[in-house]
């Protein structure tokens, strides 16, 4: 892959602000969504948005997975209890650890 210094340049700042390049593939509906949010702010790039979104949802999707959870125990028939135990106190403590609400 053929980069320009300033994409070299650009990436060797992100490393050294413990930034980590991923590639994640989204619709262009959601693409275009994040974009103009962005633009509202007018100082925000799609970085940015994405980071924050992914951050800020941690909470709700872990309560999303805890109440599926709990419905797991409380059903009969459902095997392997322990483990949904064990995930239960390896939720709370990344909440805990990542000050998760």
């Known amino acids: 892959m053929n980069l320009t210094n ?3 340049e650009f990436i060797e700042l992100t490393k050294s602000r413990g930034y ?6 989204l619709k ?3 693409l275009d969504k ?4 962005a633009k509202i702010w007018g100082s925000l790039t ?5 980071e924050s979104v992914i951050a800020t949802g941690f909470g709700a ?10 419905q797991l125990l409380n059903k009969k028939e459902t095997k392997n209890k322990a483990k949904l135990i064990e995930i239960g106190k390896k939720l709370e403590e990344f909440k805990n ?3 998760v609400q």
Do not use: A, P, W
């Open 61 to 70: 999707y872990i309560e999303m997975l805890e109440k599926g959870r709990k």
């Open 6 to 8: 300033e994409e070299k």
């Open 34 to 37: 994040i974009d103009e949010f």
């Open 46 to 50: 799609r970085t940015l948005v994405i």
């Open 97 to 99: 650890k990542h000050s």
């Open 28 to 30: 262009r509906e959601t």
């Open 20 to 25: 980590q390049k991923i590639s994640i593939n």
